[in-house]
């Protein structure tokens, strides 16, 4: 039984698991903070130039 437990504590092979689930739970949440970031600047530029085109924005004339 103890040989059982010792060879348990060695067992290394969940670990792994756990780290390569951290490292992508960090880069899910870097995508998701670029994304939320850019999101709202390709938004705005959509706007900006919808406006153009609908005359609202036009100015010097």
């Known amino acids: ?11 290394e092979s ?3 698991a756990v780290e390569y689930g951290l490292i992508v739970a ?5 995508i998701i903070t670029v994304v939320g970031t850019l ?3 390709i938004t705005g530029a959509f ?7 609908n005359g ?4 010097g004339e």
């Open 26 to 30: 960090l880069i899910a949440a870097g």
């Open 47 to 53: 706007t900006t130039v919808s406006e153009g085109l």
């Open 39 to 41: 999101g709202d600047q």
């Open 14 to 16: 969940g670990a792994t």
């Open 1 to 11: 039984m103890s040989q059982l437990f010792a060879r348990f504590l060695k067992d």
């Open 56 to 59: 609202e924005g036009i100015t």
